[in-house]
Nanobody
C-alpha cells in the first residue's frame, strides 16, 4: 500500500512557476513508476507527466506541457515533483499524483495506476 499526499499548489499569475510535491508513505518507493494527472474545470482528468521506477531514467510528457514542466523523483525522500514553468491559464486544474508498481516504465493512462493522491488545486490567472 502507498499513500500519496500532494502539496505546493495555489494561485499563480500567468508566466510564473510552481513546484508540486507528492510525498509517499509505505515501503519500496523506488519500485513504483509515478505520474501526474490533472482535471481542468469541467473536463475529464488528463495525463500530464510520468517517470519510470528506480532512478527515474525515463520521463515523458503530454504535449501541452512539454518543454514547460519537469517531473523528477527523490527516492530517499519518497517524493515525486512536478516543476511547472511558464504557466498558462489553461494549466488551471486539480493536480493528482499516482503510483504504479507493475508498468515500471510509467504510463499515460489512468488505469495503469493503482494509487492516487487526493489532488491539489493550481489556479493560473491571466
Amino acid at each position: 500500500q502507498v499513500q500519496l499526499v500532494e502539496s505546493g499548489g495555489g494561485p499563480v499569475q500567468a508566466g510564473g512557476s510552481l513546484r508540486l510535491s507528492c510525498a509517499a508513505s509505505g515501503r519500496s518507493f523506488s519500485d513504483y513508476a509515478l505520474g501526474w494527472f490533472r482535471r481542468p474545470p469541467g473536463k475529464q482528468r488528463e495525463f500530464v507527466a510520468a517517470i519510470s521506477w528506480d532512478k527515474g531514467e525515463n520521463t515523458f510528457y503530454a504535449g501541452p506541457v512539454q518543454g514547460r514542466f519537469i517531473i523528477s523523483r527523490d527516492n530517499a525522500k519518497k517524493t515525486v515533483y512536478l516543476q511547472m514553468n511558464n504557466l498558462e491559464p489553461e494549466d488551471t486544474a486539480v493536480y493528482y499524483c499516482a503510483a504504479d508498481n507493475l508498468i515500471r516504465g510509467g504510463a499515460d493512462y489512468e488505469s495503469a495506476y493503482d494509487y492516487w493522491g487526493r489532488g491539489i488545486q493550481v489556479t493560473v490567472s491571466s
